[in-house]
């Protein structure tokens, strides 16, 4: 099973640190603002304060997940296509700000949707079968992350729709689960290789039989002298 280079690693673990530390300090730097009820792309929006805190957050998770995607040479091809795609529509919707009067302009939302489709459906693509493969891409789990995920996108749009108040809450829990996932994947692909040669020492361990210790080689070197002595005797 291939590795992940350690600059995939750095970046997956760089996207949910971005991502969070991104909209914290955006949020903090608006006269008002309610991060249970406001979308993160309304720190983005313009006549938002330093917009372009949130702007560059956009940009630079998106080239993270672009990163951690190529690195991911143990998952599927169409998986880390996905994720690409995903990763490129988020950026756009940096490019496609929230205007004022018009807070979901079309752009906004074309881009926006392909995104959270690209980052939510992306382990549907990803999964391996095998012995061998990292837990993180089996099947069975690869499903249930996309079920999760798609869970709390779900969350996210009905909140939109019905206007309950939560939406900031609900984009936020699924924007992390979503930027937490290759995360988890990267990290256990990168058990599976560290794992790998423990498992083939101990193989090779098990065909060449136990290694003779220098006490073991020392006992029967005395137990052959003996041998010696007595049939000297003997002969004597």
């Given at each position: 099973?291939?590795?992940?280079?350690?600059?995939?690693?750095?970046?997956?673990?760089?996207?949910p640190v971005?991502?969070?530390?991104?909209?914290?300090?955006?949020?903090?730097?608006?006269?008002?603002?309610d991060?249970?009820?406001?979308?993160?792309?309304?720190?983005?929006?313009?006549?938002?304060?330093?917009?372009?805190?949130?702007?560059?957050t956009?940009?630079?998770?998106g080239?993270c997940?672009?990163?951690?995607?190529?690195?991911?040479?143990?998952?599927?091809?169409?998986?880390r296509?996905?994720?690409?795609?995903?990763?490129?529509?988020?950026m756009?919707?940096?490019?496609n700000?929230?205007?004022v009067?018009?807070?979901?302009p079309?752009?906004?939302?074309?881009w926006?949707?392909?995104?959270?489709?690209?980052?939510?459906?992306?382990?549907?693509?990803?999964w391996?079968?095998?012995?061998?493969v990292?837990?993180?891409?089996r099947?069975?789990?690869?499903?249930?992350?996309?079920?999760?995920?798609?869970?709390?996108?779900?969350?996210?749009?009905?909140?939109?729709?019905?206007?309950?108040?939560?939406a900031g809450?609900?984009?936020?829990?699924?924007?992390?689960?979503?930027?937490?996932?290759?995360?988890?994947?990267?990290?256990?692909?990168?058990?599976t290789?560290?794992?790998?040669?423990?498992?083939?020492r101990n193989?090779?361990?098990g065909?060449?039989?136990?290694?003779?210790?220098?006490?073991?080689?020392?006992?029967d070197?005395?137990?052959a002298?003996?041998?010696?002595?007595?049939?000297?005797?003997?002969?004597?």
């Amino acid at each position: 099973m291939r590795g992940v280079p350690w600059w995939g690693v750095v970046s997956s673990a760089a996207a949910p640190v971005l991502m969070v530390g991104g909209w914290t300090v955006a949020a903090t730097l608006q006269p008002r603002f309610d991060p249970v009820a406001d979308t993160v792309s309304a720190l983005a929006a313009q006549g938002a304060a330093d917009r372009w805190v949130m702007t560059l957050t956009f940009v630079v998770v998106g080239v993270c997940y672009v990163l951690t995607a190529l690195a991911l040479r143990p998952a599927g091809t169409a998986g880390r296509l996905i994720l690409i795609t995903g990763a490129v529509a988020g950026m756009l919707v940096a490019a496609n700000p929230e205007r004022v009067g018009d807070p979901y302009p079309w752009g906004h939302i074309i881009w926006a949707s392909i995104g959270l489709v690209g980052v939510t459906a992306w382990p549907a693509g990803a999964w391996r079968r095998g012995s061998g493969v990292p837990w993180a891409l089996r099947p069975a789990v690869a499903a249930a992350a996309v079920a999760v995920l798609l869970a709390l996108v779900m969350w996210f749009g009905a909140e939109l729709i019905t206007g309950s108040g939560q939406a900031g809450l609900a984009e936020r829990v699924a924007g992390a689960a979503q930027a937490c996932w290759p995360l988890a994947v990267v990290l256990s692909c990168c058990r599976t290789v560290w794992a790998s040669p423990i498992g083939s020492r101990n193989a090779w361990r098990g065909r060449l039989g136990p290694v003779p210790t220098l006490r073991g080689l020392k006992t029967d070197r005395t137990q052959a002298r003996m041998a010696d002595l007595l049939e000297q005797e003997d002969v004597g």
